[in-house]
């Protein structure tokens, strides 16, 4: 078996219907107003109860835990991508996971960062104790997420040898890339949204197949 992966931005019924039943391992959901891709805890309420029980991650950006919960139990998420600052100690809770984000610098910068951790020095980056994944995606000043930039996968690779928890990679994937991001990293997982659509908020459903069967063929 290949990498885990995880289809996001899911924001139509249509489309939920049709990724689910191409059978990712995760379908992702963005409760962040600022994103193209955003959709109501309501919304993804109602698609699901025509889908196979896929597990949901919702994906959010400097939400409040209220607010976190509150789509947690309306949407019945099985974990929360958390993408902001916020202080994730106060997310902890039995009912869900907890995924944190951690930025990498694109594939073309010459600073190999990730967060404030220098490339060889993993350890000193403090990953909290109550997350039960890490998320690898690109840096953007300017957005949080979803931009298509690829990352750069030597400093990835080199995270994951480190990692004590699973890592998913994001940032950039496509169809014709998936496959060398898998051996190049070896992530648990990766995650996909701007690389299968035709336009944000509307994915192309063959390139989402693709994906999904190049990455468990890897």
């Not at 289809?7 to 959901?29: K, Q, S, W």
């Not at 930025?103 to 980056?125: H, R, Y």
């Not at 690779?157 to 991001?181: D, H, I, Q, S, Y």
């Amino acid at each position: 078996m290949g990498a885990r992966v995880k289809i996001c931005g899911i924001a139509n019924a249509g489309d939920a219907e049709a990724v689910a039943a191409l059978t990712p391992d995760f379908m992702g959901y963005i409760f962040w107003p600022g994103s193209k891709r955003f959709v109501k805890p309501e919304a993804v309420r109602d698609w699901a109860k025509n889908l196979p029980p896929i597990p949901r991650v919702g994906v959010f950006v400097d939400a409040s835990p209220d607010e976190v919960k509150r789509a947690v139990r309306i949407a019945g998420l099985f974990a929360v991508q958390l993408h902001g600052d916020e202080p994730i100690e106060k997310f902890s809770s039995s009912d869900f996971q907890i995924w944190k984000v951690v930025k990498i610098a694109p594939s073309n910068s010459q600073v190999p960062m990730i967060g404030k951790c220098d490339l060889g020095n993993f350890q000193s980056l403090e990953i909290p104790p109550v997350a039960d994944a890490i998320m690898l995606d690109t840096f953007n000043p300017v957005s949080p997420g979803g931009t298509g930039e690829t990352g750069d996968w030597n400093v990835a690779r080199e995270f994951v040898a480190a990692a004590k928890k699973p890592v998913l990679l994001a940032g950039g994937l496509t169809p014709e890339n998936v496959a060398e991001a898998i051996r190049i990293v070896k992530p648990w997982g990766v995650d996909v949204s701007s690389g299968v659509e035709q336009r944000p908020g509307k994915k192309d459903l063959a390139k989402v197949a693709r994906f999904i069967e190049l990455s468990r063929m890897a």
